[in-house]
């Protein structure tokens, strides 16, 4: 499945009070019992732009406001703050919840992944993780 990251604001403002079927979607995302959440890391060889949701030049903009990753497309820096800028107005998925009662599990590994992991974490935008050895072992800063 595909995000979407809508280009103009005001599209996504009405869709979201007028569309019923992006109400149910949001609500139905705010009474999950678990989420599960892959964690993306940033770059020019980052999904986002692979998937040609950010030009490479837009990523070099959110790297220079301090981005370092992000979750279904929201960018966030090492706090786990979602940064406040044009590229995250566009972004159409359900909200970051912080500090979740509920279970959002982040599902990611490499090392191109562990500052947007350990970011996610203490922004409490995850309470559980999914990942490798190699990746839990940089978390833990014990690197092979």
Do not use: Y
Not at 94 to 101: F, K
Not at 110 to 122: Q, T
């Amino acid at each position: 499945h595909r995000l979407l990251v809508v280009q103009h604001v005001a599209f996504f403002d009405r869709a979201r009070e007028n569309g019923e079927a992006v109400r149910n979607i949001l609500a139905h995302c705010r009474e999950a019992d678990v989420t599960f959440v892959g964690i993306g890391g940033t770059g020019p060889e980052a999904p986002l732009v692979l998937d040609g949701v950010l030009t490479r030049a837009e990523m070099s903009e959110m790297i220079k406001a301090g981005a370092v990753g992000e979750i279904t497309s929201w960018i966030f820096d090492k706090a786990g703050q979602v940064i406040a800028h044009p590229v995250n107005d566009r972004v159409a998925s359900a909200p970051l919840v912080v500090a979740s009662e509920r279970p959002v599990v982040g599902i990611a590994a490499g090392e191109n992944k562990v500052a947007a992991i350990r970011a996610a974490l203490s922004g409490r935008l995850i309470n559980a993780l999914i990942t490798n050895e190699l990746t839990a072992e940089a978390l833990l800063g014990n690197p092979r």
